[in-house]
């Protein structure tokens, strides 16, 4: 079964630049998070799916990021514009459902200069 | 609120010897429990979870971990440690809200 796939893997861009992001989850999946990883710290929620609609983006700073999910499938975050603090690792993961188990994506690392 | 603290950033265990990485946990619902394992540039695996079945949780390469309600604790085991364990891990928590809260990894050194 394939994993979780995400792209591109690195990035660096400079402040005020907008960059996106790409997650295609296992298939069947109906549940999609976006996870933001900065140096030193654990992965922190920034939005959930459930099909096509937002579960919780609670911690999304909506001012600058952006999320969507078409069809219920693939999903993009879109970050515009970036901010040198957004320098991290941005995690997609799928599950069937919660509280199913969650599977990680290798992750795109972002440098913002 | 729902918290997860690591007690140790960093561990290093020589090869052949236990392995113990510590978790507390903090929630006001009946909690699942997971480890993850994270290798350079890679993304989280899952290790183990507790959903409140046994406490004593078997994982994949060996590793284990143990419940303790009483103690709020959930903490990581393995009786040899191998060179290919060296990666960081986190301690997860999915309360009420079944989204996963972090802690904020320990580093495992695993020396010859």
């Known amino acids: 079964e394939a994993g979780v796939a995400q792209s591109p893997r690195y990035k660096i861009i400079e402040k005020r630049q907008s960059v996106a992001f790409w997650c295609n989850p296992i298939s069947g999946h109906a549940t999609l998070y976006w996870y933001q990883q900065i140096l030193g710290q654990g992965p922190k929620l920034l939005i959930q799916f459930q099909n096509n609609g937002v579960v919780d983006d609670s911690q999304l700073p909506k001012d600058r990021f952006s999320a969507e ?43 913002v200069l | 609120a729902q918290s997860v603290t690591q007690l140790d950033s960093h561990v290093s265990v020589s090869e052949g010897t236990p392995v113990l990485l510590r978790c507390n946990y903090s929630s006001s619902y009946s909690p699942s429990l997971f480890w993850y394992v994270q290798h350079p540039n890679k993304g989280l695996q899952l290790l183990l979870k507790y959903t409140s079945a046994a406490t004593l949780v078997k994982g994949i390469n060996g590793f284990e971990a143990e419940f303790k309600k ?32 972090f802690g904020s990894g320990t580093q495992l050194t695993v020396l010859p």
């Open chain 2, 70 to 101: 009483s103690e709020t604790s959930f903490h990581l085991t393995k009786p040899s440690a191998h060179m290919s364990d060296a990666a960081e891990y986190f301690c997860a928590l999915s309360g009420s809200a079944r989204q996963l809260t």
């Open chain 1, 69 to 111: 999910r078409l069809k219920g499938v693939d999903s993009t975050l879109k970050i515009q514009p970036a901010k040198l603090e957004d320098s991290a690792v941005y995690l997609c993961a799928s599950s069937l459902a919660p509280p199913e188990t969650q599977y990680f994506g290798p992750g795109t690392r972002l440098l």
